[in-house]
């Protein structure tokens, strides 16, 4: 499976960014749960936004009414729409297949090379 990961960049507190990640490579896109995780030095990975297959998601507490995740199952894409910026979210930010089952989101081990959100003034 390889994911591309794009629309990273800097941007002012309070801004705005849309990262975009294309999937290749999966059985089945339309099957597939997908997520944003980002990452910060020397922190584990945190999950920040999920989509299951049916539509349902889920996101970190930090983000909940900042971001939304959708897709788009023609261009076997996931989105991340990152709203009201804050410098907090300065991460590299990685999109990641995988499945969903009783309410929790299971990561495959395929992260591709992630994109670099900078927060900041």
């Known amino acids: 499976v390889q994911l591309q990961a794009s629309g990273g960049g800097l941007v002012q507190p309070g801004g705005t960014l849309s990262l975009s990640c294309t999937v290749t490579?999966?059985?089945?896109?339309?099957?597939?749960?997908l997520a944003w995780y980002r990452q910060i030095p020397n922190q584990q990975r945190e999950l920040v936004a999920m989509?299951?297959?049916?539509?349902?998601?889920n996101y970190a507490d930090s983000v909940k009414g900042r971001f939304t995740i959708s897709r788009d199952n023609d261009k076997n894409s996931v989105y991340l729409q990152m709203d009201s910026l804050k410098p907090e979210d300065t991460a590299v930010y990685y999109c990641?297949?995988?499945?969903?089952?009783?309410?929790?989101?299971?990561?495959?081990?395929?992260w591709g090379q992630g994109t670099v959100v900078t927060v900041s003034s």
């Open positions: 989509i299951s297959n049916l539509g349902t998601t």
């Open positions: 490579g999966l059985p089945s896109f339309t099957m597939a749960a």
């Open positions: 990641n297949s995988g499945g969903y089952y009783s309410g929790s989101y299971y990561p495959d081990n395929d």
